[in-house]
């Protein structure tokens, strides 16, 4: 691999981190907030063990990433996400 063709790699390897742990914040639902806390442990949990084996194994971030991604979807986002209230101008 090319030294931009790495950097490429490694960039799409932060990405699919990134897009796994930025998920929205839960509503105030009880049930929502634990959702979304088990959501978040699962994929931090499999991001850590992906990275881990690569390191120890392929070392390809592309492979990674690819299996970040996978993990990622099916571990999708269940709870109702927390929408901010928007109030008019006249009401203050």
Do not use: C
């Amino acid at each position: 691999m090319n030294e931009r063709t790495m950097k490429a790699a490694y960039a799409d390897l932060l990405t699919a981190i990134v897009d796994a742990l930025d998920v929205p914040l839960p509503s105030l639902a009880e049930t929502d907030e634990h959702a979304y806390h088990q959501l978040l442990e699962h994929r931090a949990g499999y991001v850590r063990s992906v990275l881990r084996a690569n390191l120890s194994h392929s070392r390809d971030p592309w492979l990674a990433a690819t299996q970040i991604r996978e993990l990622s979807a099916e571990y999708p986002i269940t709870y109702t996400p927390f929408e901010h209230a928007i109030t008019s101008g006249s009401d203050r």
